[in-house]
């Protein structure tokens, strides 16, 4: 029997090449080597307020994308996380069991809730949200970027906490970190992760960015004081344009440096957009035709959830049964 693998993307903001570099890209190379499952995690969405109509409208927008990125929905499966309600049950079943301590430590939170008035208690409870994602369907692999390492120790923890106080109940679930592109930058600010929820129309490069409109991203990407492509001296900025160009074509490091050393900043920027624009271009043409059937992508979330439904009311009631909450 394969193996199982989960994974999952907020239904906020626009995608960008960090979510796919860190993510989808990896998703469609090993879809067929496990049991896939594909999250659009709108109960995490919602740890931070958004508009019902948007919400609705990205939910679709991203199953389009998971599908023009290369995700086939015949083999791999697609859900919307909500219409599952193992996610929320199991959720609350593991909140009980975890520290607070274990959430306050996590970077996401600490940032997220940095600077905010009034902190939701679901934006601290957005990790264990996540573990319950993946131990729902006792995924054994997780394939993500390196920013949510944390939350998968965690889910290992809350894990094994569980299987040592009721027994052996859930799969240990292993983290899949892409070798390149598992921490895309934003090119505004190279110190900071790429990210849909940072201000600034030149920090990220969404997938459904028109070609004109990533050429002059790039452009204004931030780079440093070098005339020229360095690599022993090269500051952030550089560094996050090489890897970016690296994660897209696949070439080896020895290649990389015979390509860009002594390159001028120009050039460096006209030659990371052109990879770019070259592999976002048939994403979007195969976006544009998928949302064009109207009806289309609901069906595919429809044929998800009945298919995972049976393996999460599985755990869910084993998960009960083992705390002795009543069930069925
Ligand atoms: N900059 C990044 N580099 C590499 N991987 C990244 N991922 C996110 N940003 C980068 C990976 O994309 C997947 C989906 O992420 P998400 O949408 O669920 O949440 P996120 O990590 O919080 O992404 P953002 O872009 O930063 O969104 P906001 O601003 O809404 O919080 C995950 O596998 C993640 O690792």
């Known amino acids: 029997m394969k193996k199982r693998v989960l994974s999952g ?35 995490h969405a919602i740890t ?7 919400l609705k409208r990205k939910i679709l927008e991203i199953a389009g994308i998971f599908l023009a990125c290369g995700i086939d929905p015949k083999h791999s499966t697609v859900i919307a996380q909500s219409t599952v309600p193992g996610h929320s049950e199991l959720s609350w079943l593991l909140t009980c069991l975890t520290p607070i301590g274990w959430l306050e430590r996590m970077t996401q939170y600490k940032s997220k809730a940095a600077g905010q008035e009034t902190i939701l208690s ?150 990371v957009a052109e990879m770019v624009v070259s592999h976002l271009e048939p994403i979007q043409k195969r976006f544009a035709e998928i949302t064009s059937e109207p009806g289309y992508l609901a069906g595919v979330l429809e044929e998800g959830r009945a298919r995972v439904a049976p393996i999460a009311e599985q755990t869910v009631q084993l998960t009960k049964q083992r705390m002795g909450v009543y069930s069925t």
């Open 122 to 271: 679901g934006l601290m409870q957005y990790p264990v949200l996540m573990a319950a994602d993946i131990l729902l369907y006792q995924a054994s692999v997780v394939p993500v970027g390196d920013d949510q390492s944390q939350h998968l120790e965690l889910t290992r923890d809350i894990a094994q906490r569980f299987n040592s106080l009721y027994g052996q109940t859930f799969v240990m679930p292993e983290t899949k970190l892409p070798t390149v592109g598992a921490r895309v930058m934003g090119l505004d600010e190279p110190e900071k992760k790429m990210s849909k929820s940072a201000p600034g129309s030149g920090h990220a490069i969404a997938l459904l960015d028109p070609p004109d409109l990533i050429r002059k991203k790039f452009n204004r990407a931030t780079t440093d004081s070098n005339p020229h492509v360095d690599f022993e001296t090269m500051g952030p900025g550089v560094q996050n344009l090489l890897g970016i160009y690296q994660a897209f074509s696949e070439v080896s490091d020895d290649e990389m440096k015979a390509k860009f050393s002594g390159m001028r900043y120009g050039d460096l920027k006209k030659t």
């Open 9 to 43: 993307v907020q239904p906020t903001g626009n995608l960008h090449i960090g979510n796919y570099l860190g993510a989808l890209k990896n998703w469609t190379k090993i879809q067929y080597d496990y049991e896939s499952i594909f999250c659009i995690v709108d109960l």
């Open 48 to 54: 931070v307020y958004q508009s019902p109509e948007e």
